[in-house]
């Protein structure tokens, strides 16, 4: 290729990003449960309950945020549907906590949200400071950037995200941070993959681990040790998407923090 027909730097594409807000995707989503209660639909017939052309760069790029914030998954015949967790946004009622935890969790799962809540939490940085990190460490464009900004703060606010809400890897820090090889130790790294876990098959008893060859999902069974009491025990699918991944971890820690009166509460109640 010569150098004239080599492209140039400015057309490299930033990363993909939200380009709506999480309330403006969710509206979508209530407009297609509105009139398809949730039956799978074509491309076409989406974009027409969005008034949108399906051939317009804009409603391809809805739909793929969509897709980013887990409210619409793919159905067969080149269909999409809304997706369990956009369901209970719509239709459990305001009040209800595990609307409070599905909206959360789909605020966290575009993966530069998940980045920058990693990095900030709700301690966020001038606007000016956010789009410079953006340009400069994640290689978005400037234009780019001052939208992630946007949709983020946005989202966040309607996700009504709080400083305990986020997600630290506090088991990778108490690993680290802590040489020895208690019980406890052993057990985290298992779950940060230092050590060779148990395999299942899903449905199975522990043991020997399927072969590849075999349909039924692996399993991998995760203990966690407990003072005073039996092993909590986690079951996960041996291969995850990273998508897949922080919507596990998001929920998990979601529904710890909305279970955690109801089983303090039963272990109080048991000791008296």
């Known amino acids: 290729m010569s150098e004239a027909s080599a492209p140039p730097k400015d057309r490299v594409r930033s990363p993909q990003y939200p380009i709506v807000d ?5 509206e979508k989503i209530r407009t297609l449960y509105k009139e398809d209660k949730g039956a799978a639909a074509t491309m076409s017939v989406i974009a027409a309950h969005w008034e949108s052309s399906e051939k317009s760069s804009g409603f391809m790029q809805t739909v793929a945020t969509l897709r980013r914030y887990g409210l619409l998954e793919d159905a067969p015949n080149r269909q999409v549907k809304p997706t369990k967790l956009a369901i209970d946004i719509i239709l459990l009622p305001v009040d209800d906590p595990r609307r409070a935890t599905a909206i959360k969790t789909a605020a966290l799962l575009p993966k530069i949200h998940h980045i920058l809540w990693k990095e900030y939490g709700t ?6 400071n ?25 989202t966040l606010a309607f996700a009504k995200l709080s400083e305990g809400d986020k997600m630290r890897e506090v088991l990778a820090d108490e690993a680290s941070e802590d040489g020895g090889k208690s019980r406890h130790n052993m057990e985290l790294e298992k779950m940060l993959g230092l050590t060779k876990p148990n395999i299942l098959s899903a449905g199975g008893s522990q043991g020997t681990p399927t072969k590849d060859s075999d349909q039924s999902p692996r399993l991998r ?15 996960v699918p041996t291969r995850l998407s990273e998508e897949n991944f922080m919507l596990l971890k998001a929920m998990l820690t979601m529904f710890l923090d909305t279970a955690k009166k109801a089983l ?5 109640s048991e000791k008296v």
């Open 22 to 26: 999480l309330e403006s995707a969710v």
């Open 123 to 128: 301690n966020l940085p001038s606007d000016a």
């Open 130 to 154: 956010l789009i410079h990190a953006l340009v400069q460490t994640h290689q978005f464009k400037h234009d780019a950037a001052k939208d992630v900004v946007r949709v983020y703060k946005n």
């Open 221 to 235: 069974d995760f203990k966690i040790p407990l003072v005073d009491s039996p092993d909590a025990v986690l079951f």
């Open 264 to 268: 303090v509460k039963d272990a109080e």
